[in-house]
T-cell receptor, first 112, second 119 residues
């Protein structure tokens, strides 16, 4: 079963613009992670935010977490054509067996 | 190798046949995960190993699916009597695991996947 729902399902922007993707989830969590997947490839971990954190930065990535609304957002600033990929959020809850549950993903297209 | 290795990368089989998909995790990773991903969807959890034992197999869709990890390293996902609906990319991932009770899971390292097509 899927835990998260991501919004939008698809996003198309121009190079240099910012891209914002949102993730909502249903249960309480220990942490939330974002992954990237290029077409036909495996997933690559981008960033992890713990349930007691509200915001985290890594390079051009900024992640926020609002546990009261059960939602997170991923912001990619100054996007590049190479950022074109699918982006997934994944939630972890330790007492649900230690597995990560993924959302449906946002397909980002950055046009040069 | 340095990363998670999955073989075969592509497998085409006929309905009703038996299939094995192999995953070689990153050395030292105690946790190993299998996911299934259909086109345009997110990865769907199948099973998770901590060491040799299956810590959570709640995602296996039915008893045609089985996975083993006999020595706590390489894992094999086995699918019996394949059906067309089993067609998907099967992803394997490994990690250091959730760790001690109360701590958080770290990142998963994914392989490139095994694309299974059942005709």
């Amino acid at each position: 079963s899927q835990q998260g729902e991501e919004d939008p399902q698809a996003l198309s922007i121009q190079e240099g613009e910012n891209a914002t993707m949102n993730c909502s989830y249903k249960t309480s969590i220990n942490n939330l992670q974002w992954y990237r997947q290029n077409s036909g490839r495996g997933l690559v971990h981008l960033i992890l935010i713990r349930s007691n954190e509200r915001e985290k930065h890594s390079g051009r990535l900024r992640v926020t977490l609002d546990t009261s609304k059960k939602s997170s957002s991923l912001l990619i600033t100054a996007s590049r054509a190479a950022d074109t990929a699918s982006y997934f959020c994944a939630t972890f809850l330790y007492n649900q067996g230690g597995k990560l549950i993924f959302g449906q993903g946002t397909e980002l297209s950055v046009k040069p | 190798g340095a990363g998670v290795s999955q073989t075969p990368s592509n497998k085409v089989t006929e309905k009703g046949k038996y299939v094995e998909l192999r995953c070689d995790p990153i050395s030292g990773h105690t946790a190993l995960y299998w996911y299934r991903q259909s086109l345009g969807q997110g990865p769907e959890f199948l099973i998770y190993f901590q060491g040799t034992g299956a810590a959570d197999d709640s995602g296996l869709p039915n008893d045609r699916f089985f996975a083993v990890r006999p020595e706590g390293s390489v894992s094999t996902l086995k699918i019996q009597r394949t059906e067309r609906g089993d067609s998907a990319v099967y992803l394997c991932a490994s990690s250091f695991g959730p760790g001690l009770a109360g701590s958080s899971a770290g990142e998963l390292f994914f392989g490139e996947g095994s694309r299974l097509t059942v005709l």
